[in-house]
């Protein structure tokens, strides 16, 4: 090897070293300001252009009824879907009363979804209902839990046959997605404007055991939704997927009460929520679980994954214990 081959080559090493370096401190710069941008700045989004009402599904408890009261404290009326009719009621009357806005409820379970020919689609009836509404906003919040907090072939709701315990987990959290967008986004496209919130789950980027079916059914949110943006991005309409860690709700009641940095009370989340909108196809809606997200892939997933294993078995053993007593 001549001399002068030896210099072009630690001379190509030492450019290809000073790029690296350059496009890493590049890469951490524009993170770092993207983050701090999408979680510590206020939303610059004009909830009230989008038109008169938002539907938001799920919206008796948890997330989807902090979101409701979000909106209508931006004088947005509400139309709010659950399985409840006392606890629509109750809702609905608060936040007419705490926000002088109108409100609308409809009962529905969104795990019916498969049309019979006698019967037909059973999402007719949410159609009809919102058939002659100015839907600006959609939220589509509501979701449930695995049957039982176990491996997979384990995880039936008790007395069910795990077949029908995951197809309502799949036509709950996923299926309604699907079909809610299907029911907003025409006159969205027609009137060149729109919002709509597809609520996913931090357990959508990564192995989740134990949690496997409703991870799942999160993933295909999240992939539908940062899908669907892109496709809707030209008609106006934003769509933005959601993907929160553990927040503290019914839904999360087994983890415990006392709420952390990491595991923050529905009102702190979706406060720090809505500051995101519109800054990003995806989010997690709060700093603290990005960072969650950031550690827990950064790590082997053989290793979160045994951990979350170990952790969600010893949840499902406490919670069988409780049960049985
Ligand atoms: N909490 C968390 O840590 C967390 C983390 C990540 C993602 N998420 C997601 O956030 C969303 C909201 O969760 P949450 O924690 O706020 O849950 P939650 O407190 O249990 O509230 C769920 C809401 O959905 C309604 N609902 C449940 N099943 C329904 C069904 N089959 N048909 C119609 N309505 C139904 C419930 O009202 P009724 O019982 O009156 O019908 C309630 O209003 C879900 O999509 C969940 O996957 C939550």
Not at 103 to 110: E, N, P, R
Not at 168 to 195: D, Q
Request: charged share 20%; proline share 3%; aromatic share 10%.
């Amino acid at each position: 090897m001549a001399f002068s081959d030896v210099i072009i080559d630690s001379s190509f090493f030492y450019m290809f070293g000073i790029i690296t370096v350059i496009a890493l401190v590049f890469e951490t710069v524009n993170k770092s300001y993207k983050f701090y941008v999408t979680h510590f700045l206020d939303s610059s989004v004009d909830f009230a252009k989008f038109g008169k009402w938002a539907i938001v599904t799920g919206s008796t408890d948890g997330i989807g009824k902090a979101i409701a009261h979000e909106l209508a404290k931006r004088r947005i009326n509400i139309f709010l879907i659950s399985r409840n009719l006392e606890k629509l009621t109750k809702v609905a009357e608060e936040i007419e009363r705490a926000y002088k806005v109108e409100t609308k409820i409809l009962v529905f379970d969104f795990t019916n979804f498969d049309h019979s020919p006698s019967s037909g689609d059973p999402y007719n009836v949410i159609s009809e209902a919102i058939k002659d509404l100015d839907v600006g906003i959609m939220v589509n919040n509501v979701g449930m839990p695995i049957g039982s907090v176990d491996v997979f072939h384990k995880s039936e709701k008790p007395g069910e046959a795990l077949s029908k315990t995951i197809s309502n987990l799949i036509h709950c959290n996923a299926s309604s997605r699907v079909k809610m967008m299907e029911l907003v986004l025409p006159s969205m496209i027609t009137r060149k404007i729109g919002l709509i919130i597809n609520i996913s789950s931090l357990s959508a980027g990564f192995a989740f055991p134990v949690l496997n079916t409703y991870a799942a059914t999160k993933r295909f949110d999240d992939t539908l939704s940062v899908s669907l943006a892109q496709e809707y991005k030209k008609h106006g309409v934003i769509i933005q997927s959601v993907q929160p860690g553990f927040v503290q709700t019914n839904m999360t009641r087994p983890l415990g009460s006392s709420t952390n940095l990491i595991y923050p009370t529905v009102t702190t989340y979706v406060h720090h929520m809505m500051k995101t909108i519109g800054k990003s196809d995806c989010t997690n809606g709060y700093w603290a679980h990005t960072i969650s997200l950031w550690l827990t892939t950064i790590l082997p997933e053989d290793i979160t994954g045994r951990a979350l294993f170990k952790y969600f078995m010893k949840v499902g053993k406490r919670l069988k214990s409780r049960n049985t007593k």
